[in-house]
């Protein structure tokens, strides 16, 4: 099993700034890729930013220029560096990753989801 820990979170004033952590642990080869999702009540869990394990990076067009995708593959985690936040990234932020066994078998995984509210 795979398990994916998220932290970070919180409450931020309008231009602020926060982070957002995601570890993995468990029965892992390797990770292809990691990113963070993020839903507001009653939408869809839509991409924010996705890492390959080769640094490739891509954004959603509402968060490029504001946020930062980063990964440390030695300890398995995800970051996302968020700023100039505005009240439109309000939402629950999850994180997920492609994870290969040493199975050699790929699954995704999800990370608990964290509260992200931006007050105006």
């Known amino acids: 099993q795979v398990q994916l820990v998220v932290s970070g979170g919180g409450l931020v004033q309008a231009g602020g700034s926060l982070r957002l952590s995601c570890a993995a642990s468990g029965s892992i080869f390797s990770i292809s890729a990691m990113g963070w999702y993020r839903q507001t009540p009653g939408s869809l869990r839509d991409l924010v930013a996705r890492i390959t394990d080769d640094g490739s990076t891509n954004y959603a067009d509402s968060v490029n220029g504001r946020f930062t995708i980063s990964r440390d593959n030695a300890k398995n985690t995800v970051y996302l560096h968020m700023n100039s936040l505005i009240s439109e990234d309000t939402a629950v932020y999850f994180c997920?990753?492609?994870?290969?066994?040493?199975?050699?078998?790929?699954?995704?995984?999800w990370g608990q989801g964290t509260q992200v509210t931006v007050s105006s």
């Open positions: 997920h990753a492609v994870v290969t066994t040493p199975g050699r078998r790929d699954f995704g995984y």
